[in-house]
Structures are given as structure tokens and as C-alpha cells.
T-cell receptor
């Protein structure tokens, strides 16, 4: 996967749901990942989904996968100010390498 | 424990200096990675070590020299860097860099400024 696309910015009010979208390129990707990066910090693994799943729920996080359209989304329920960060989706580079190709990142801003 | 540690947290160096970045993990992982992240950009892969052997070098200039002295440690030696090399350098590790389930865990990064 070489061009993983995300929208650049999302602003929501505290308590609302946030939906961050990602379009990936490699239909053979077996796992797809969501990472969170707070300002000046490293990347925190949030969740991942295996390609034979359509949905995965983990507390406030819901990941939806549409393999036909190569579309991945991350829904954050009851968004809090502490969720303000950049969110990256990522896929393995190719079947021979396990390093990741990242999307451009979506900056989530949560308004109090 | 899913912790990857990196030192130093910040580094400022001149173009003639030699310095090293260090990364450590104690999760028993056998694959370790260096990524470079410029401001407002996603991380980009530099190097991959698998079982202490360099398996991928993404055409990185020779002024960056990686080293994996053992399965827990990863270094990045820096020499004669340019101002455009200023970035956040991220280390990651994963179980073995082989299987489809291989999930990467990242350290907090070293913010490098080259004057």
C-alpha cells in the first residue's frame, strides 16, 4: 500500500461521536491499524482489525471495514477533550514486509 | 508491558557532530524499526531489523547508520547531518516482522534538531 488517504481535519463537540475515515490501497492487507498521536508524542496503537471482519468494537471505539471499497473508519463514541490528537490509519507495506504505510493523518479537535 | 523506550527525548546537534539515538524494548520482540516523521506528515520507514539482521533499508543516506547490538536494543548513529534531517525519529518493535498478526508498538520518539 502506497497511498493511504485520510481527510485532514475533523472538529466535533465534546460528547458527540467522531468518525474518521481512511481509504487504503492494498486489498491483500490482512490487518489494518489505527494509531493515535498526541502533540509531541509517539504513536499509540489504538486498535486493529483483521481483514475477515467487518466490524470490531472496543469500548468507545468502533472500527468498520468495507473491503470492497477498501474503506476503513474509526468511530469514537462520547468524544472527550482528551481524544484531541492526530489519528493515523496504517496498513502493512506489502506481503513481503511488515513495516507500515501510514495515511496522512486526521487531526481531531474536540470543542468543550 | 508494551513499552518501547527511546533516549534522548530531544537532541540538538550541529552538522559536524556525531550522535546516537537509542531504543530499547523488553517485550521479547525480534523485529525493530526506525521511522522518520517530519512535521505535519505521517511516519516514513527508514530501517527494519529482524532477528538482529538488517532486512530493509529504505534508501536512507549513509549519514544515518543503524545498529542492532542485541534483540532488545536498536541504535541510530548520526554523522554529518543536514538541517533537513530535523524530525521526530520513532522506534518501533514487533514480534518477529514475519506474520500477518505482527503488530508494531512505538516509542515516544526523539525530536532531533540539526543546526
Amino acid at each position: 500500500g502506497e497511498d493511504v488517504e485520510q481527510s485532514l481535519f475533523l472538529s466535533v463537540r465534546e460528547g458527540d461521536s467522531s468518525v474518521i475515515n481512511c481509504t487504503y490501497t492494498d486489498s491483500s492487507s490482512t490487518y489494518l491499524y489505527w494509531y493515535k498521536q498526541e502533540p509531541g508524542a509517539g504513536l499509540q496503537l489504538l486498535t486493529y482489525i483483521f481483514s475477515n471482519m467487518d466490524m470490531k468494537q472496543d469500548q468507545r471505539l468502533t472500527v468498520l471495514l468495507n473491503k470492497k471499497d477498501k474503506h476503513l473508519s474509526l468511530r469514537i463514541a462520547d468524544t472527550q477533550t482528551g481524544d484531541s490528537a492526530i489519528y493515523f490509519c496504517a496498513e502493512p507495506m506489502d506481503t513481503g514486509r511488515r513495516a507500515l504505510t501510514f495515511g496522512s493523518g486526521t487531526r481531531l479537535q474536540v470543542q468543550p | 508491558d508494551t513499552e518501547v523506550t527511546q533516549t534522548p527525548k530531544h537532541l540538538v546537534m550541529g552538522m559536524t557532530n556525531k550522535k546516537s539515538l537509542k531504543c530499547e524494548q523488553h517485550m521479547g520482540h525480534r523485529a525493530m524499526y526506525w521511522y522518520k516523521q517530519k512535521a505535519k506528515k505521517p511516519p516514513e520507514l527508514m530501517f527494519v531489523y529482524s532477528y538482529e539482521k538488517l532486512s530493509i533499508n529504505e534508501s536512507v543516506p549513509s549519514r544515518f547508520s543503524p545498529e542492532c547490538p542485541n534483540s532488545s536494543l536498536l541504535n541510530l548513529h548520526l554523522h554529518a547531518l543536514q538541517p533537513e534531517d530535523s524530525a521526530l525519529y520513532l522506534c518501533a518493535s514487533s514480534q518477529d516482522g514475519q506474520g500477518a498478526w505482527d503488530t508494531q508498538y512505538f516509542g515516544p520518539g526523539t525530536r532531533l534538531t540539526v543546526l
